[in-house]
């Protein structure tokens, strides 16, 4: 019922800047709180950041903060993640996911996009 589209992942150099974006429709986009999660080669999918309706409730994963920022604007139905300093590490396929309910586990969200992949290069 709410489908979720990400864009933006391209290939960046180390220390550079990139920002996705994950288009939502489907159900009213402002009652969800919606995630940022990213997936390595050979690793399990890891949370990165998470956002409440109406942008009060914020938090990062500990291997992004003060580098990545999250937003949404619910009048375009769009999530951004602002990544900034980005390092090798961060590569990864990235995705958006909304939930109904305050969550950092992946099992906890209901939708998800299909991903866009971000490369960093050394």
């Known amino acids: 019922q709410v489908q979720l589209v990400e864009s933006g992942g391209e290939l960046v150099q180390a220390g550079g800047s990139l920002r996705l974006s994950c288009a939502a429709s489907?159900?009213?986009?402002?009652?969800?709180?919606m995630g940022w999660f990213r997936q390595a080669p050979g690793k399990e999918r890891e949370f990165v950041a998470r956002?409440?309706?109406?942008?009060?409730?914020?938090f990062y994963a500990d291997s992004v903060k003060g580098r990545f920022t999250i937003s949404r604007d619910n009048a375009k139905n769009t999530v951004y993640l602002q990544m900034n300093s980005l390092k090798p590490e961060d590569t990864a396929v990235y995705y958006c996911?909304?939930?109904?309910?305050?969550?950092?586990?992946?099992?906890?969200?209901?939708?998800w996009g299909r991903g866009t992949q971000v490369t960093v290069s050394s």
């Open positions: 996911a909304a939930t109904n309910v305050i969550a950092t586990k992946g099992s906890s969200y209901d939708y």
């Open positions: 489907g159900r009213t986009f402002s009652s969800y709180y």
């Open positions: 956002i409440s309706w109406s942008a009060g409730r914020i």
